[in-house]
């Protein structure tokens, strides 16, 4: 069973307008990360946030961690028609280190209409 | 994007055909992976590898095969496909010293009819 539960499923807003996605888990983690799929293509990283950290930036990504939530959040700033895509959260369980194995959320498709 | 390729990129197969999808990577990662998208599941873990002849099963292998007996290639096979494995195959590099993030390559979409 997918360990990463997210919402919305789908989010259409305005250009300049912010996004937010949520992702909850259910098993202590390492690490939480988010990705990024345009249609037709592969995943793309786009950031990493660890178990003892609770807020992450990157130009106009912010990462939020709750651990005894166990959620978190996405948000896209100032939102643009190229940030139209698929959202997905992916954990690393506690333990996973060695493998390596992601466990990722259904995603959540956001559409920025210009 | 890593240096992943995948190979075919687009496939239409009869169901009971062997089918075979390769992953090649050109960065020397020890670790790969290979998962299948479908709408309202996200991603699955199928297979990895943590070394060249070392794989181990990951959350749906059943019906597939892998085998790495290089460091840049990683082969996933259906032996006998069938229509439920008609999906779209990532294969995947993990990256990182410590944080183990993941890159992927560009997908192969499987039919099989």
């Known amino acids: 069973s997918q360990q990463g539960e997210e919402d919305p499923q789908a989010l259409s807003i305005q250009e300049g307008e912010n996004a937010t996605m949520n992702c909850s888990y259910k098993?202590?983690?390492?690490?939480l990360q988010w990705y990024r799929q345009n249609s037709g293509r592969g995943l793309v990283h786009l950031i990493l946030i660890r178990s003892n950290e609770r807020e992450k930036h990157s130009g106009r990504l912010r990462v939020t961690l709750d651990t005894s939530k166990k959620s978190s959040s996405l948000l896209i700033t100032a939102s643009r028609a190229a940030d139209t895509a698929s959202y997905f959260c992916?954990?690393?369980?506690?333990?996973?280190?060695?493998?390596?194995?992601?466990?990722f959320g259904q995603g959540t498709t956001l559409q920025v209409k210009p | 994007d890593a240096g992943i390729t995948q190979s075919p990129r687009h496939k239409v197969t009869e169901t009971g055909t062997p089918v075979t999808l390769r992953c090649h990577q050109t960065?020397?990662?020890?670790?790969m992976y290979w998962y299948r998208q479908d709408p309202g599941h996200g991603l699955r873990l199928i297979h990895y590898s943590y070394g060249v002849k070392d794989t181990d099963k990951g959350e749906v292998s059943d019906g597939y095969s892998v085998s790495r007996s290089k460091t840049e290639d990683f082969l996933l096979t259906l032996e006998s496909a069938t229509s439920s494995q008609t999906s779209v195959y990532f294969c995947a590099i993990r990256a990182g010293r410590a944080d183990y993030e993941q890159y992927f390559g560009p997908g192969t979409r499987l039919t099989v009819t």
């Open positions: 960065e020397n990662h020890r670790y």
């Open positions: 098993t202590s983690i390492n690490n």
């Open positions: 992916a954990t690393l369980p506690y333990g996973s280190s060695n493998t390596g194995k992601l466990i």
